[in-house]
């Protein structure tokens, strides 16, 4: 479905941004697009951002599909720093709320320069509800944003992502702690992630917890 942008005449390659709460089935999404394009014969490249150490050198989806990545990136590397771009028919990337400002706005670059459609796949939100700095990026860039959709425990769609260390929830602690390594996740919808992770249960409690946010 994203082959003619590229191919085609009179298609612009675009950037895509698709996101999701955890669970929300991202990354087996990617790999059956990944997979797609090669049964196709195209070349597509499978990128990662370093700090993502789930899978090692793979991307593994939570069905128990994997496969390895074609590159990986440190906070201070381009992808033109390690790919021929002039033999890339497309490029997916896992994990892309973990890129920075300048790796993002190379992928919108590429997408326009080279016709090379490149399709982002990541969390926009980290576990205190506030955009990390790729996905903040691909909002502003991306041409076509798509959100994977998950349900929250109480049946409704999920939004946020939730950090739990052991059975309890918390608002601490660095943005980036992996899932399964560092820590673990649960998707929930905007209700219960104010009443369990906030912990307002009440409307009359709203106005006494955003102060005392404030005086942080």
Not at 168 to 188: C, M, N, P, Q, R
């Amino acid at each position: 479905m994203y082959v003619t942008l590229k191919i085609g005449s009179g298609y612009m390659a675009k950037l895509y941004f698709k996101y999701g709460a955890m669970s929300c089935g991202k990354t087996t999404e990617l790999l059956q697009v990944v997979y797609n394009y090669n049964r196709k014969g195209f070349n597509v490249i499978l990128v990662k951002p370093e700090v993502d150490k789930k899978g090692d050198t793979k991307v593994v989806s939570r069905l128990g599909v994997e496969r390895e990545v074609d590159y990986i990136l440190s906070d201070d590397e381009l992808l033109s720093d390690k790919v021929e771009l002039d033999t890339v028919d497309s490029i997916v990337v896992d994990e892309a709320q973990f890129m920075n400002e300048k790796q993002i706005n190379e992928l919108w670059m590429i997408s326009k320069l080279y016709d090379i459609p490149v399709l982002a796949y990541g969390l926009k939100s980290n576990f205190q509800g506030h955009l990390f700095e790729g996905s903040k990026t691909l909002l502003e860039k991306a041409d076509v944003i798509e959100e994977l959709v998950t349900i929250c425990s109480c049946g409704k769609k999920a939004r946020f992502n939730a950090r739990k260390l052991g059975e309890e929830y918390t608002i601490s602690g660095d943005e980036v702690a992996i899932d399964g390594i560092d820590a673990t996740y649960e998707a929930l919808c905007p209700e219960c992630f104010i009443k369990k992770v906030l912990k307002v249960e009440d409307q009359k409690e709203i106005p006494k917890v955003l102060r005392k946010k404030n005086e942080k």
